[in-house]
């Protein structure tokens, strides 16, 4: 790998990442917390303090083209852990939005499983699993993957043929169709 | 009057966001102004030399400096008007580097507000008057509250100095937090041995008054002359009696008592004597553990004691000294490490602090100086310790470096394979802060001659598995989490305040930062120092350090108070209020509002008047406030003389 030019670091990147996140990059002192607590971290390509470090250099490419930021599971275990109280997995989400939005290519089938889920939300107003799964699985075309759950998920009925639709779903759409127009923060009702 | 005024660049500090020139010219036409100049380093040799011609050849009876914060030269320059023959007082100081060019950008505004503040202090100094300062008598007897290293040390220098000391400590032994140490670092020589005779030193010193188990109930009075009354706890033992044999300890059947000393590594008895070294060498009874002070039958103790020296009525009581200066060494405590779940701190028992594993260190310790483990007394193979836990953490409150912990767990790494050679030792750390003299060489010991294997990352959770604990975290280095079993975790736990800090701060009146450690002087040029006369501190409790500037401070400290007490009297700031006998209506407000009581009621034909004990008064200003008639004035700072400020600043 070409060495990191420390001259060039991308000083719009970082602020965008401060500003979205409304996190301080300055604040890490690279501890490591984040990382050691992270239960993703084994399918990771840079650890979360070495995410945080790339973005602290402004590496802009390195960060929103790594695998790490589509493994991320949101489970705030960095975030809890910080010493200095930043928000880490907010970071990331920002790093993924960001990424989606630059075109960088991400990890494929996260991707698609986030829109398939989003879809699945947008129309029932919550998670339809079956509906979900087919999706995916057509745009994968992974039919067999995991199919050994099913039985079990079945018997439990964790697997309803039939979406169940909440009563209020026009309020969720509501919520995309506010966020497609530009004005998440009203999407997310004014709060980060 | 003939005013001087002198105004000072600062070297670049002042003249670069203020024109020092203009200020020169307006100083000029200010009134009874005979004489302005500008000045490089105005408290330098030459610029002090400077005033001192123009007082001589132009006559001066008032000068004015206008440089930096009177906090930091406003002694100086009386001194410097002193030599050349006028009253100190007469003198006014006009802070435009801190006020003025450090907090602002804009040199207009900047020279127009110097003017100003110069002009407050010209017609501040029009009104100045010749003050005398006044005698005041000096309890030639020193008070150090803690024993700890740091407090004896200035103890026993003290007493080297001819000085009288009275002592306080609050545990039943003095010793402090390095009694509890087995060796020290970098040396790694034994901590009871190099501190054990200091600690006999003082209780043989006959100069020494020591005073265990008690605690400062009140202080009050000043520099010179502070009237202390300490409590001393009870400890139902008549130490006059008490020859410490021990024997009271060995048949006292109440044996599940917390200890102390052992910091819950062992337990002791409801009678004990903290340590075998222990100074005063006195048993002291746990009323909380003891059967018969705790409502049931027992006597054991009193029963086998040869000189009956066990009083079960004995009650808290009170003495009272005179002394004319107080050292403050209170050390520190840990902090609750309880409050990191992830470690498993309080919920594991082989998830122990840096302070208990000394204590299993220790030959003098619970297990007899043999590492065992709490659990099960199993002597651990892999022993994990991990840095920085309550330290350089802001989430829980404690953003600062406690100082020691990189070093003392090099030393009980090196010491864990002394004990152990099959042992290994693995030590979790962010960074390796080892400023001191020898001390990153003792680092680097522990990793190559004594095999630490040291990671630099964090733990994040520590969880049993059969009788091992699970210990993972991340190596930063290589980008990969790791994960180890141990037998043992030793955490690094963090210094803090002691608990009672703020309470003492408030008895003695000195200040305490946010985290409650008692604030120095100046940073650099007082670090023993405090804002109240005769007040000095000394080791952790102004913030942490290791034994070497703890013992440093407990000298400096001493040497600050044998400076002080040298003479047999103290001059007494002539800054102090005084009151209008004509106008005061006795209204007592003042003497209610007074921090210090220095004012006090007298009866003058019948009717009620507030009198100031000048020699108690610190020229606070408090009561000039309150005062509804304006019968009381503080001198040097009159209602006119702050009127003519604000004329002068409104009239601008």
Known sequence: ?192 | MKIGVFICHCGSNIAATVDVLKVVESAKSMPEVVYAVNSMYTCSEPGQQAIEEAIKERGLTGVVVASCTPRMHEPTFRRTVERAGLNRYMFEMANIREHVSWVGKDKAANTAKAVDLVRMAVEKLRLDKVLIPKFIPATRKVLVIGGGVAGIQAALDCAEGGMDVVMVESEPSIGGKMSKLDKTFPTVDCSSCVLGPRMVDVAQNERIELHAYSEIASISGYVGNFDVTIRKKATYVDWDKCTGCGLCTEKCPSKKSYDRFNEGMGETTAINIPFPQAIPKKATITAASCRLLSGGKCGVCAKICTSQAVDYTQKDREITVKVGAVVAATGYDLMDWTVYGEYGAGRYPDVITSLQYERLLSASGPTGGHIRRPSDGREPKEVVFIQCVGSRDPSVGRPYCSGFCCMYTAKQAILTKDHIPDSRSYVFYMDIRSPGKGYDEFTRRAQEEYKAQYIRGRVSTVYPKGDKLVVKGVDTLVGEQVELEADLVVLAVGGEASQNAPKLAEKLRISYDGYGFFMEGHPKLKPVETNTAGVYLAGSCQGLKDIPSSVAQGSAAAAKVLGLLSKDKLESDPQTAGVDVKRCVGCRKCINVCPFGAIREVDMRGQIKAEVIEAVCQGCGLCTATCPQGAVQLSHFTDNQVLAEVEALCQS
């Open chain 1, 1 to 192: 790998m070409e060495p990191i030019q420390l001259g060039n670091g991308d000083a719009e990147f970082i602020r965008k990442v401060e500003v979205e996140s409304r996190q301080d990059m300055k604040k890490c002192y690279q501890c490591g917390n984040c990382a050691a607590g992270c239960p993703m971290s084994f399918t990771y390509d840079y650890t979360a303090s070495q995410l945080i470090r790339l973005i602290q250099l402004g590496q802009r490419q390195r960060v929103l083209s790594s695998r790490a930021v589509w493994m991320c599971a949101t489970c705030e275990t960095c975030s809890t852990r910080c010493p200095n109280e930043i928000d880490v997995a907010r970071v990331l989400d920002v790093c993924r939005h960001m990424a989606r939005r630059e075109g960088y290519a991400g990890e494929r089938n996260v991707r698609l499983f986030a829109d398939a889920f989003l879809q699945s939300v947008r129309m029932n107003g919550r998670a339809h699993e079956l509906g979900l799964m087919a999706v995916f699985k057509l745009r994968t075309l992974k039919f067999f993957a995991d199919l050994s759950l099913a039985p079990a998920m079945l018997l439990k009925g964790k697997l309803p043929f039939l979406p169940h639709r909440i009563k209020a779903r026009n309020e969720v759409a509501d919520i995309f169709r506010r966020f497609k127009e530009g004005r998440a923060e009203d999407a997310a009702g004014g709060k980060p």
